[in-house]
């Protein structure tokens, strides 16, 4: 571990009362938590051989599956047959795979009906269709094999001002024509499937792109009824850091957007694949999941428990705590309970022999107004457990969170002047909520 700032880095924000880097008592802590690093993993099969181990020094009861949340075919507006998706990305290395095509208006009896009838540039515009929700069916249980590769049905609620959400594990869907604004859309979503009515009562949801459409879900419209169901927050799309999207046109962060309205999602990186190459381009979005059964029933509870980060490299580790004197550490995801005091998160970040000795740079972020506040960093080198300790204070937002960023590349889309986000991510934990 490394202390202090790299040359190179943009500078900090003067020092606050919530602003602080301080490691004392640490130690402790850290060799309770060490365990010997093992070699990258090398398993049978067509998984790529570079990535890092998939267990955590950490954290125990779980091991590290890599996914794909987020992806599209001919059945919406991608170039691939959907036949040949879920291949493409076990190939690839990828343990979790979802198809999730776009839902706009051919959710209705005549959908099929239409589709057959109008050339094919109508199948981007009309979207997802009942004939094509089966299919997507039908290619995930015939690619789904527990323990070695889940294959996940999802679509993609897409409204075109509004922006995007995806649904994943739901019987039904619903497009923009049936559920246009989000009020409705949240109500379907909260509906338990019935005879009459259909509903996504069996589904969890996130948030896409956001802030990619200008309406941003009715500035991320809070339903408490919803906050344990929709799960996630994309950060990391394709190959874009989604922190300051909107900054430069005077929006808030969609990060702080988002949880100070009050939802609770986790964060991901998805590819949003609309090629025939699912799975294989590097640079793009992916998600670790931490899932105590490599099945469809593990996923989706790895996902409601919001044990999950964004990367968009594959084959990385990440896992991270946060630790309260005489508590035990909470993994990201979870509440704290904490009023006010002292905590330390400690990260475990690998990937392979060529990451060993990496410069790079953990930041912790906070509720900051239009964006968020970087209350610590701490520069380290990849290897050991990096462990930083701040004070936090409820009375300044709930939510906390971890940033990885590399100090020699910058971020594409950059926010404020000096703010350390303007480095390029890395990778993201899933936050933590101040409970008290």
Not at 55 to 75: C, E, F, K, P, Q
Not at 192 to 217: C, K, M, Q, T, Y
Not at 247 to 259: E, F, K, N, Q, T
Not at 358 to 374: F, H
Request: contains cysteine; charged residues 25%; aromatic residues 8%.
């Amino acid at each position: 571990m490394c202390d202090g700032h790299h040359h190179g880095t943009p500078p900090h924000r003067p020092l606050t009362r919530r602003t602080a880097l301080a490691t004392a008592g640490t130690g402790l802590l850290l060799a309770g938590l060490t365990s010997p690093e093992t070699a990258a993993a090398r398993a049978p099969g067509s998984r790529p051989a570079t990535g890092a181990a998939r267990s955590s020094r950490i954290t125990a009861g779980r091991t590290l599956v890599h996914a794909d949340l987020h992806n599209h075919t001919l059945l919406s507006d991608g170039d691939g047959d959907p036949a040949l998706a879920f291949d493409s990305m076990r190939s690839a290395g990828l343990d979790v795979a979802a198809l999730t095509d776009h839902a706009t208006m051919s959710d209705n009896a005549l959908g099929d009906l239409i589709k057959d009838a109008m050339p094919q540039d109508y199948h981007q515009v009309g979207g997802l269709t009942p004939q094509g929700w089966d299919r997507t069916a039908a290619y995930a249980d015939a690619a789904d094999v527990d323990g070695a590769f889940t294959a996940v049905r999802g679509f993609e609620w897409s409204h075109p001002l509004l922006g995007h959400m995806n649904v994943w594990f739901s019987e039904h869907y619903t497009d923009v024509v049936q559920s246009g604004l989000m009020a409705p859309f949240l109500e379907w979503l909260r509906r338990e499937p019935g005879l009459v009515l259909d509903g996504g009562g069996d589904g969890i949801a996130g948030f896409n792109h956001p802030g990619r459409e200008p309406g941003r879900f009715e500035e991320f419209r809070f339903d408490p009824r919803l906050r344990d169901r929709v799960v996630s927050l994309e950060m990391f799309n394709r190959t874009d850091d989604y922190l300051f999207e909107g900054y430069a046109d005077g929006r808030s962060s969609p990060l702080s957007a988002c949880l100070d309205a009050g939802w609770r999602t986790g964060i991901t990186g998805v590819t949003d694949e609309h090629g025939t190459d699912w799975g294989h381009p590097e640079g793009k979005g992916r998600t670790g999941l931490w899932v105590a059964e490599h099945t469809r029933a593990g996923v989706k509870a790895a996902m409601r428990d919001r044990r999950f980060f964004a990367t968009r490299t594959s084959g990385l580790r990440v896992d991270a705590v946060a630790a309260v004197q005489g508590r035990r550490p909470a993994p990201m995801g979870s509440a704290l309970p904490l009023r006010r005091g002292d905590v330390t998160f400690v990260l475990d970040l690998a990937r392979d022999d060529s990451w060993r000795g990496r410069m790079l740079s953990v930041q912790v972020l906070r509720p900051g107004g239009r964006v968020p506040e970087v209350v610590a960093t701490r520069d380290f080198r990849v290897g050991g457990l990096v462990a930083v300790t701040v004070p936090l204070d409820v009375a300044d937002g709930d939510w906390v969170l971890l940033r990885v960023a590399d100090p020699h590349a910058r971020n594409e889309t950059p926010g404020p002047d000096g703010h350390p986000g303007n480095l390029r991510g890395i990778a993201y934990t899933s936050p933590w909520w101040l409970t008290p």
